[in-house]
């Protein structure tokens, strides 16, 4: 399963960008479906996730509120709308396909991964 993630891109503080991350092949489906962001020089951290039919979805806190995680069973896309950017949410985001249908904010709690799209908000 291969997932690739779009949408990061270079904003200034307050404005807003929608990540999207397809998979290869509707696999995820039936699993839970998340994002993670890894800023430089530290570790990879958990912010969303969203059981499978979308009836469950988690944030880390410092996103509540601002960010919204939703997914598109049929198109098997997974999507991450953030509003309100802080140069603190600058990182690298990652989607990932959960190992149950659903699932917590353990990376090991996650099979596949995409390659990551860069967010950079300047204040």
């Known amino acids: 399963v291969q997932l690739q993630a779009s949408g990061g891109g270079s904003v200034q503080a307050g404005d807003s960008l929608r990540l999207s991350c397809a998979a290869s092949?509707?696999?995820?489906?039936?699993?839970?479906m998340a994002w993670f962001r890894q800023a430089p020089g530290k570790e990879r951290e958990f912010v969303a996730t969203i059981s499978w039919n979308g009836g469950s979805t988690s944030y880390t806190e410092s996103v509540k509120g601002r960010f919204t995680i939703s997914r598109d069973n049929a198109k098997g896309t997974v999507y991450l709308q953030m509003n309100s950017l802080k140069p603190e949410d600058t990182a690298a985001y990652y989607c990932?396909?959960?190992?149950?249908?659903?699932?917590?904010?353990?990376?090991?709690?996650?099979?596949?991964w995409g390659q990551g799209t860069l967010v950079t908000v300047s204040s």
């Open positions: 092949r509707r696999t995820g489906s039936n699993n839970a």
């Open positions: 990932a396909v959960g190992r149950k249908a659903v699932a917590g904010t353990g990376r090991n709690e996650y099979q596949y």
